[in-house]
C-alpha cells in the first residue's frame, strides 16, 4: 500500500475524529504508510495542535459532523492559519450537498464514510501532490 512519493515519507498529518476507534484506525493506517500523525478528538484540540505550528501540518483530515467546532468552522479556522493547508474532510454525508465543497479548490478533497485505509491514503497522497 503506497502512500505516495518517498518525500511524503514522514510528512505529519493531523487526523480530527471525535469517534476514538475510527481516530485510531486512521492513525495506525496513516503510521503504517510512514507518515506521522497527530490525533485530536475534536475541533478545538484540533484548533490548539494546529496553532501551535501551522507549517508543520501539509494536511488536515478531519470529520465534518463533530460537537463544538463543525467541520467548516475548523476548515475556515485552519485556512486562515495556514492558507496552504490541504483538507481531506470525511464525511458520511454526499459530499456534492455540502455548500462549502462546491464552491472550494483542490486544496479540499471530500472522502465518503466509511472508507477503506487505502482510499485515505490516496486521497492525502493526491492532495499532497498538489503541494
Known sequence: MSAGSASDA??????VEDE?????AGLAALAKAGFAACGAANGGEALQIFRASPQRFP??????NMPGVSGVELIRELR?????????LATAEDAGALPDLRASGPWLRALRKPFRSY????????????R
Request: zero cysteines; aromatic letters at 6%.
Open 10 to 15: 514522514g510528512t505529519l498529518v493531523l487526523y
Open 20 to 24: 476514538e476507534i475510527l481516530r485510531e
Open 59 to 64: 494536511v488536515v483530515v478531519l470529520d465534518w
Open 80 to 88: 486562515a492559519l495556514h492558507p496552504e493547508v490541504r483538507i481531506l
Open 119 to 130: 482510499e485515505l491514503l490516496s486521497q492525502v497522497a493526491a492532495l499532497l501532490a498538489q
